[in-house]
Structure formats: structure tokens, C-alpha cells
């Protein structure tokens, strides 16, 4: 059974995650405490799910940082990045999602996801005129 996460939206800039992550909970809790031990069990256990957003247009000192948090040796488990380009993460196993054109109507998108490890496995794919799906021809 899948269990609950908290998503926490990371919009400033930043050189340490875990003080912009702290931050924002404690704003969230208000007065109430919240030891940095039980903030990284809950990231190593996938309790708290981190989103940066629009990491392409942010300072290159924030844009550094992020890219290199898993060579710091981050407990993060959880992190989804919003971004114009792929940042540089190095050897991580990752899933991306990349918006494209779809061919069927004016206003249609469809995405495609290829992890990173395996580019052009997983994809996939508009269906064609009939209806059947276009990765199974």
C-alpha cells in the first residue's frame, strides 16, 4: 500500500535545501518543534516530498546546489524539478516528463517518460488514426 507524502514547494533561492526545507515546515507548524533528526527520517522515509520549481530560472549558486544534492549525501527520496532544461544530476536514477506536441487535435498534449538510464524505453506514444497503440507496431 502506498503511503501519504507531504509535498513542500521550494520558490526561493537557496544554497542549503534542508534549512529552505526546515523553513517552510516550521512556517507550516507555526510555533510547534520540529528537531532536524525527525526531519531527516522523514525525508530517508519518504514522508515529506520536496518540489522545486522552475530550477532553470533560478540564481546559478541555487541551480549548483540542487544538481549537487545527492553528492552531499541528502536523505531526499522524494524531489520533483520543474525545469526549462534537464539539470545535471549526475548518475541518479531518475523519471522525466517532457511535454510534447500531440498530433491528434490543436490542443492536445500528451507526455512522454523515459528514465534516464534506459532513453527510448518506456515512452510513451500518441495512438495512431485507428486507435491502437503506436509503441506496440
Same mark, same amino acid.
Do not use: C, M
Given at each position: 500500500m502506498a503511503h501519504q507524502m507531504l509535498p513542500v514547494f521550494i520558490v526561493e533561492e #537557496? !544554497?542549503?535545501l534542508f534549512e529552505s526545507l526546515a523553513r517552510n515546515l516550521r512556517g507550516m507548524l507555526g510555533e510547534d518543534e520540529l528537531p532536524d533528526d525527525l526531519l531527516r527520517g522523514l525525508l530517508g522515509k519518504q514522508r515529506i516530498m520536496i518540489v522545486v520549481?522552475?530550477? &532553470?530560472?533560478?540564481?546559478?549558486? #541555487?541551480?549548483? =546546489?540542487?544538481? #549537487? /544534492?545527492? %553528492?552531499?549525501?541528502?536523505?531526499?527520496?522524494?524531489?520533483?524539478? @520543474? !525545469?526549462?532544461? %534537464?539539470?545535471? /544530476?549526475?548518475a541518479v536514477d531518475r523519471t522525466s516528463l517532457r511535454p510534447e506536441p500531440y498530433?491528434? @487535435?490543436?490542443? !492536445? /498534449? =500528451?507526455?512522454?517518460v523515459s528514465p534516464a538510464q534506459e532513453t527510448g524505453k518506456g515512452l510513451l506514444r500518441?495512438? #495512431? !488514426? %485507428?486507435? &491502437?497503440?503506436s509503441s506496440r507496431a
Open positions: #537557496t !544554497s542549503n520549481d522552475a530550477l &532553470s530560472e533560478r540564481e546559478p549558486p #541555487t541551480q549548483r =546546489h540542487i544538481e #549537487t /544534492l545527492y %553528492d552531499q549525501g541528502w536523505p531526499v527520496n522524494a524531489l520533483v524539478i @520543474t !525545469s526549462r532544461r %534537464d539539470p545535471d /544530476l549526475k498530433r491528434g @487535435t490543436a490542443d !492536445s /498534449l =500528451h507526455f512522454r500518441a495512438p #495512431t !488514426s %485507428d486507435g &491502437s497503440d
